[in-house]
């Protein structure tokens, strides 16, 4: 059986908090007592686990991340993966371990948030955009629990956050097409409440402005964000008796229609319609036609954020509200 430190705590005759102490070099513990803590630790070769130098600290070593694990997820969130695997490279780098709490089950919003700031299981907590409110963000700051939200918001608050800049996405799609001589360029996205594509299309629409192109509302489409209402109103756009020189797409599943109707009247990309679209997941590398794509490097994103994180551990006092990583043109 392996060695545990109780095994220590009972060769060298102290408590199991002496030697957690020990293991933590705290001052208040005697040479003497010290020294024979460390010759039981030798004598037994005994290797300290993370929750045994965590138990004088009061700390858990482990940060929570909160999410929503339903069946398809990836394909709902699909750069969750990515941000988390950032995230765990800079937690495990520094000894702390990540747990997943699921937040699809939750009976009110917000409450594995609550329950994870009660059980005292975390020293910390990322939590994803969708498992917030008014109601915990208030709590999170009444407590002032340690936490980074990945998203802004989307309601003024003291919570700690980091979040891309979308409309700099769009400016930079924008300012590519113009680049490469398109000015008459249409955008399809999605709900006019969507948050991503009415920061996306801002963007845009401001970047082209400032270069002294105007879009006109009929080159501008608003949908469910799925497939077919992408198609549909691509081939409005294409068949139009002044069809546009390029199409933006706001997301990958809209791009998948707009793929749709580009193969189906026949045109080729470049050559007859420029065809961007944002992010490289889930489907730009299988997209045929291929379009440009401007991406966000979210893995990059997760390990700021836990960069972030740490640094909020050490001075809880902190305010972060950040956009980070800056897209790129994958042409």
Same mark, same amino acid.
């Given at each position: 059986?392996?060695?545990?430190?109780?095994?220590?705590?009972?060769?060298?005759?102290?408590?199991?908090?002496?030697?957690?102490?020990?293991?933590?070099?705290?001052?208040?513990?005697?040479?003497?007592?010290?020294?024979?803590?460390?010759?039981?630790?030798?004598?037994?070769?005994?290797?300290?686990?993370?929750?045994?130098?965590?138990?004088?600290?009061?700390?858990?070593?482990?940060?929570?991340?909160?999410?929503?694990?339903?069946?398809?997820?990836?394909?709902?969130?699909?750069?969750?993966?990515?941000?988390?695997?950032?995230?765990?490279?800079?937690?495990?780098?520094?000894?702390?371990?990540?747990?997943?709490?699921?937040?699809?089950?939750?009976?009110?919003?917000?409450?594995?948030?609550?329950?994870?700031?009660?059980?005292?299981?975390?020293?910390?907590?990322?939590?994803?955009?969708?498992?917030?409110?008014?109601?915990?963000?208030?709590?999170?700051?009444?407590?002032?629990?340690?936490?980074?939200?990945?998203?802004?918001?989307?309601?003024?608050?003291?919570?700690?956050?980091?979040?891309?800049?979308? $409309? #700099?996405?769009?400016?930079? %799609?924008?300012?590519? *097409?113009?680049?490469?001589?398109?000015? /008459?360029? =249409? !955008?399809?996205?999605?709900?006019?409440?969507?948050?991503?594509?009415?920061?996306?299309?801002?963007?845009?629409?401001?970047?082209?402005?400032?270069?002294?192109?105007?879009?006109?509302?009929?080159?501008?489409?608003?949908?469910?964000?799925?497939?077919?209402?992408?198609?549909?109103?691509?081939?409005?756009?294409?068949?139009?008796?002044?069809?546009?020189?390029?199409?933006?797409?706001?997301?990958?599943?809209? $791009? #998948?229609?707009?793929?749709? %109707?580009?193969?189906? *009247?026949?045109?080729?990309?470049?050559? /007859?319609? =420029? !065809?961007?679209?944002?992010?490289?997941?889930?489907?730009?590398?299988?997209?045929?036609?291929?379009?440009?794509?401007?991406?966000?490097?979210?893995?990059?994103?997760?390990?700021?954020?836990?960069?972030?994180?740490?640094?909020?551990?050490?001075?809880?006092?902190?305010?972060?509200?950040?956009?980070?990583?800056?897209?790129?043109?994958?042409?």
């Amino acid at each position: 059986m392996p060695i545990t430190i109780g095994d220590v705590a009972r060769e060298a005759g102290v408590s199991i908090s002496t030697v957690s102490k020990v293991l933590n070099n705290w001052t208040t513990i005697s040479p003497a007592t010290a020294e024979r803590v460390q010759e039981a630790i030798r004598k037994l070769d005994y290797t300290p686990n993370s929750r045994a130098v965590s138990f004088a600290r009061q700390a858990t070593r482990n940060i929570v991340y909160l999410t929503s694990l339903n069946k398809d997820e990836a394909y709902h969130n699909p750069h969750m993966f990515d941000i988390m695997c950032g995230v765990n490279r800079v937690l495990s780098g520094n000894n702390y371990s990540l747990t997943l709490v699921d937040t699809s089950a939750d009976t009110e919003k917000g409450e594995s948030v609550a329950n994870v700031m009660s059980k005292k299981c975390a020293d910390g907590m990322i939590i994803h955009g969708s498992a917030i409110n008014k109601e915990i963000a208030d709590l999170i700051t009444r407590q002032q629990f340690p936490h980074i939200l990945i998203g802004h918001p989307g309601f003024d608050s003291q919570l700690c956050w980091v979040d891309t800049n979308h $409309a #700099l996405a769009g400016q930079t %799609a924008a300012e590519y *097409l113009i680049s490469c001589g398109y000015g /008459d360029v =249409a !955008f399809i996205g999605g709900k006019k409440t969507d948050y991503i594509s009415t920061q996306r299309l801002k963007g845009f629409l401001g970047a082209m402005h400032q270069y002294g192109y105007l879009v006109g509302a009929d080159k501008i489409c608003y949908t469910d964000s799925g497939r077919e209402e992408s198609y549909q109103s691509a081939l409005t756009l294409l068949k139009a008796a002044k069809p546009p020189r390029a199409i933006v797409c706001e997301n990958n599943t809209l $791009a #998948l229609g707009t793929a749709k %109707a580009i193969d189906q *009247l026949k045109l080729r990309v470049p050559e /007859d319609i =420029a !065809f961007v679209i944002f992010d490289v997941y889930p489907y730009s590398k299988i997209l045929d036609p291929k379009p440009v794509v401007i991406d966000i490097n979210v893995y990059d994103m997760g390990i700021q954020a836990g960069d972030m994180l740490l640094r909020k551990l050490k001075n809880p006092s902190l305010q972060i509200q950040t956009y980070t990583t800056l897209p790129t043109i994958n042409a």
